[in-house]
């Protein structure tokens, strides 16, 4: 179990540890609406505001697309799942995101992170960024691509790709190993494990 659900990247969740908030309008392009959307969703996780846990909930919500992320961690698997076992690997792999990153957003407040632009990708529009910390060399930087899609005519994020590595692979090939060597019912086991102890893996 010591690879299962490993922690989530610290980089791939940098360009959320944005200071200077924008607008956050779909029609502005995928760049300016997650740009927005990520900055505000910084400064909820960072504030120490009893309402502001409710509405950063709501922002990860609004934000990312857990549908898309359950069908594209379990792939093939997903089309074996019945609805009952769909929404509730979604919901617990809901909770093991949103774990994560609120941590890293936490731990990663000392980065200066700058957005370079979008692009098409084959299942949407790829948001590329860079990000270093403050203090070191401009050549010591980590790249952050979010890959997102409209939903309900809202940008959302449905993968974060970082110097290569895919969130969705990563989660995708820790999944399959426990589902082909001990099922899927152990997969959701081990899965609850790690959100009733608030981590993703550590």
Known sequence: MSTFLRKVPVFAVLSLA????????????????LQGKLTNLSTLVSSKAADDGKRADNAFDELFDYDGLAKATLKDSWEERTPVQRAEFTDV????????????IKKTLGYDVKFTGEKDGETGKIVSSVAKKKGVRDDDQVSIDYVA????GKWQIFDVVTEGSSLVRNYR???RKVI????FDELLKRMKAKRDKGTDGE
């Open 18 to 33: 944005l200071s200077l908030a924008l607008p956050a309008s779909a029609a502005e392009g995928a760049e300016a609406y």
């Open 93 to 104: 792999l809901k909770s093991l995101v949103k774990n994560a990153y609120r941590r890293n």
């Open 149 to 152: 899609h409209e939903v309900g």
């Open 173 to 175: 090939s820790q999944f």
């Open 180 to 183: 082909e060597k001990h099922g």
